[in-house]
């Protein structure tokens, strides 16, 4: 195996905090093994039959006996796009950039997986299963073929995915085009994700255990994937399972993912399976990483690449594991500061213990407490100043290195509806804030608020606007920043039979902070049109000139700007934002900021 200089002294050079054993070299002439990749989403290691016996997976246990099984990989988030970046980059979030799904993208800068197979004569292709690793978002780099169609469905919750059969099938046709060069296949599988709503093979088993009845189907559908590769004595192929997240489950409160760090949603299943059969059946107890796969990849691939990465080559069997014992896995959670304005996290997998940033530390010892129940943390103790000493120089390593600019993705009103859609509520184009700041409310002390969004998020799905609108004007009450109540609050005002004047006066409250004023547009948005509906037509202009400012190209907000100076009697201006907005490439009348209750954007329970 060869590898760049550049590479090892870059790697040597990030192992001052991440990293404690080289690249390994051996001599093997370069192989040319097909490579799949399948990526689970949302899925638990310990929902798979191979990592607890309790569950009954029979395809994927299938696999795993011929291949390595790695017992505890971290995502370095609890979060879609953030962790298929860093798995498709080598990269964590603070290099790659891309800290949340939606208005983050990767920035074409950053080298992919796929850009580097296909400069190495590989035929590349992806099949995706969410509108959340759309094209748009940058994982499509290096793919030929980068097949993200999602099929028409009336109903907002569920139009943005598609079922496992659906991609197993499109992952099967292009499979069976013949080719005279390797190929790279990425396989996206969504159907983990909230809501569980498997097809019904079992219903008593899917009612009693949705989640599992959704894994249950995906692995069906893995096994005909992997069924259908080619005879590995003509033409060998490298698989890689693994998932981007976990699922909460309930564990400490949360019940999908993206509110905490814990193991439940970063702890996520890898099998390897090697073409030659090496290793197979061996268990890696070690911590390793998704940031790995791509170092390792190109190291078994024996091609070089000049790219500092912060993954390190997986062990593959006992000897190359024991030389881990050093290494610290960064990982970080924005999630709750884009969606409910509540800190986020950030922290360290270093051996045994895992040590969380949020407004207080907590530290494990996974050996022992593998739920995370006993925080141990002791700013007195020589532990926890080692760790948190260890956390600051990783943090600091990787800031250092970040990308200075975050890219923000051409998001069209139409696309942010549709991340509302799969419950990424908190995207809104506003700056990246300080994620973990210790002035914003720890969700660990927020969980009685986070159940009243969820009973009301429940409510305005089942269309009882009235009660929804209620509950959240109690949930405002008590945490006025909440971002993701405001936004549901906004869209329920404008449904036919409420009382607009409590979510009129919470939403200018949070709109008029002098702290941290909201500037999320769909906020505004609504506000401007229950203002214009009260008749209150001077304040409807303030708030549309506030929402254009902000997002200047939005045909809807010069079209609304012009209605509500035609309500104060100045048509003048009116006409001219008129016809600014016909200029503009947007269509006018964009869905989520319409009145009609049919084209409120349906928010399911979380993300
Ligand atoms: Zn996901």
Known sequence: MKIGLAAVLALLIVGAGLVSWPWRVAATKTPRWNILLITLDTTRADRLGCYDSNHDTPAIDAFSRSSVRFDRCYAPAPLTLPSHCSLMTGLTPPRHGVHQNGPDRLDSEFQTLAEVLRENGYETAAVVGAFVLDRKFGLSAGFDHYDDQMPEETSSVRYAERRAHEVTDAALQWLKQPRNSPFFL???????????????????????????????????????????????????????????????????????????????????????????????????????????????????????????????????????????????????????????????????????????????????????????????????????????????DVAATLAARSASTMSAATLEDEDVARLHALGYVGVTRTPRPDAVAEDLPNPKNMLDVYAQVQTATHCFEQRQFAAATNKLLQVIAADPGNKRALRLLAASALNEGIDRSGPIDAMLVAVQ?????????????????????????????????????????????????????????????????????????????????????ESAPVVPPSN
């Open 186 to 392: 990425w396989v996206h599988y969504f159907d983990a994700h909230a809501p569980y709503d498997s097809p019904q093979y079992d219903p008593a088993f899917a009612t009693r255990r949705p989640y599992d009845a959704e894994i249950h189907y995906v692995d069906r559908q893995v096994g005909r994937l992997l069924a259908a590769l080619p005879a590995s004595d003509e033409a060998p192929t490298l698989v890689i399972l693994t998932a981007d997240h976990g699922e909460g489950l309930g564990q400490h409160g949360e019940d999908t993912h993206g509110l905490f760090s814990y193991d439940q949603t970063l702890r996520v299943p890898l099998l390897v399976r090697l073409p030659d059969g090496r290793h197979a059946g061996q268990s890696i107890d070690a911590p390793v990483a998704l940031v790995d796969v791509m170092p390792s990849l190109l190291a078994w691939l024996d091609i070089e690449t000049s790219a500092a990465l912060d993954g390190l080559q997986l062990p593959l069997d006992a000897a190359d594991a024991a030389r881990t014992t050093d290494r610290a896995i960064y990982f970080e959670n924005e999630f709750p500061t884009h969606t409910y304005g509540w800190s986020g996290q950030e922290g360290i997998v270093a051996g045994r213990h895992k040590l969380i940033r949020t407004p207080q530390f907590e530290l494990y010892d996974l050996e022992q407490d593998p739920d995370e129940r006993n925080n141990v943390f002791d700013p007195d103790s020589e532990r926890s100043r080692r760790l948190l000493s260890r956390l600051e």
């Open 513 to 597: 902070d002098p702290i941290r004023p909201s500037r999320d547009t769909f906020v505004l948005g609504k506000l401007g049109l229950a203002l214009l509906a009260e008749q209150r037509g001077e304040e409807a202009v303030a708030i549309f000139r506030k929402l254009q400012r902000l997002d200047p190209s939005s045909a809807a907000a010069c079209a609304s700007l012009a209605e509500a100076l035609r309500q104060v009697g100045n048509s003048a201006e009116a006409a001219q934002w008129k016809a600014r907005s016909q200029k503009l490439a947007r269509p006018c009348s964009v869905t989520e900021w319409a009145p009609a209750a």
